[in-house]
């Protein structure tokens, strides 16, 4: 089926069938095509990992007015706002980057769509073909402000608080939006300058589209981006990073978790997708990718994630109680995260008591939302009177929870194939299969 996302090219059209990804070129885009194919700027991108490779599948479809190509699959769509700062610094780099190179060989992007870039083999990696155009001297970079508020403004929110403030817009963050909010001491910072408050008092964008800009200019400009995308920091937080050592287990309690997990996990059959849903510092998520696995590790604190991030998992932030909605036109052209997510495997270990308890989620709720979005489930179920539990409940009334309350709920959706006591512990994981 067509990708709802693609409408808006008229060049091309991408479709994915659930296993291949095609991508249909039409003849208005032939020339720029064959260009990238034929210049030597193709070969460059690829050979340096910045551009995802294809292959040719047909260049005679519809008496040749269509090239169908076949790039490599990204298995897991995942978008900006889901990521940490680290990669969609990598992600504004790689723009950058490939933007420089295309301009050695009479090309540049026509767009600077963090969209345009994913997470693939271990790095993020620029997705669309079909977004060079060819260079004229003296013209302006188009995608200029594109990229600042798809990069550059959101980077510098994280930066100076420590949040991304940018979900359910796909047209990103503005400069008047990011001026606002960061502190006003920035106004003194060249860099933050040029780029950021002249755009917002509307300095640098009036006759943008007219405005003559030689090609060593252009060069000077997108060096200077780079130096400043490269030089911006994370302010981090501690939040949950300090979770694992919060005395939730004795030594020989985790020590018998690790051991009943990686034997499950090496029980499974090699190589299935899984998603660690409140993956914390990715231990888990480390151990299946180890076997072999592709991984989401999926975790609501952003600087969880970023810890995560460099490692053969995927690294998302998301929180399962307010995940990433469906936004663009018809509510279709980006979709949810939950929308996204189907795996062969859950992983929810020490993540119950966070939603039944912290967020007021009814068991029966959350043994649905996991049957929806998996085949194997490994759970933990932490106890009412375990001290992580106590604490998250409070003073407050908590919808009923209990281990009978759990096996009830989720023997509903799955069958129990082995369930093990945490030795020197109360809580107790089970694998499941979905009925």
């Known amino acids: 089926m067509k990708e709802p996302s693609s409408f808006r090219d008229v060049s091309a059209k991408v479709f994915d069938d659930g296993k291949t990804i095609k991508r249909e070129i039409y003849p208005s885009y032939f020339k720029e095509y064959d260009h990238l194919m034929q210049s030597g700027l193709y070969q460059e991108l690829t050979e340096k990992q910045l551009l995802i490779p294809h292959k040719a599948l047909a260049e005679n479809l519809n008496n040749g007015q269509i090239i169908a190509i076949e790039p490599e699959r990204v298995n897991f769509i995942s978008y900006p706002y889901e990521w940490c700062f680290s990669m969609l610094k990598d992600a504004a780099l790689v723009t950058l ?52 508020q798809h990069f550059l403004y959101p980077l510098l929110c994280m930066k100076h608080l420590n949040a991304n403030v940018w979900k359910g817009n796909l047209e990103g963050i503005t400069a008047a939006e990011t001026a606002k909010i960061i502190p006003n001491s920035c106004r003194f910072i060249p860099s933050y300058w040029a780029h950021l408050y002249s755009q917002a008092m509307e300095l640098t964008t009036t006759g943008q589209k007219t405005m003559k800009l030689p090609k060593v200019a252009l060069l000077a400009l997108l060096n200077h981006l780079e130096k400043f995308t490269a030089s911006l920091k994370n302010r981090s937080n501690p939040g949950w990073i300090d979770y694992a050592d919060a005395g939730s287990y004795t030594e020989t309690a985790q020590e018998s978790k690790n051991d009943i997990v990686e034997k499950w996990l090496g029980i499974m059959p ?133 281990l009978s309350v759990f096996e009830s709920a989720f023997l509903d959706y799955f069958t129990i194939k082995e369930q093990v006591n945490i030795t020197d512990s109360k809580r107790i994981l089970f694998w499941m299969e979905k009925r």
């Open 270 to 402: 090699f190589s299935f997708t899984l998603a660690d849903l409140g993956a914390n510092l990715g231990f888990y998520s480390g151990m299946a990718s180890t076997l072999g696995n592709e991984v989401i590790a999926v975790d609501s604190d952003p600087d969880c994630v970023e810890r995560i991030y460099g490692g053969n998992a995927l690294p998302l932030v998301a929180d399962l109680c307010n995940p990433t909605p469906a936004i663009g036109w018809n509510n279709t052209e980006r979709k949810s995260f939950l929308d996204r997510l189907h795996v062969d495997t859950i992983l929810a270990l020490a993540i119950i008591h966070h939603l039944c308890i912290g967020n007021n989620v009814p068991l029966d709720y959350v043994a649905k939302l996991f049957s929806e979005h998996c085949k194997t489930l490994i759970v933990e179920f932490v106890p009412p009177d375990d001290k992580q539990a106590i604490k998250l409940k409070g003073s407050k009334n908590i919808p009923n929870y209990g």
């Open 97 to 148: 980057q490939v933007n420089s190179i295309a301009l050695k060989y009479g090309m540049v992007l026509k767009d600077a769509s963090a969209f345009n870039v994913q997470y693939h083999k271990g790095k993020m990696t620029f997705i669309d073909t079909t977004s060079f155009m060819f260079y004229k001297e003296g013209m302006p970079w188009g995608a200029y402000r594109q990229y600042c």
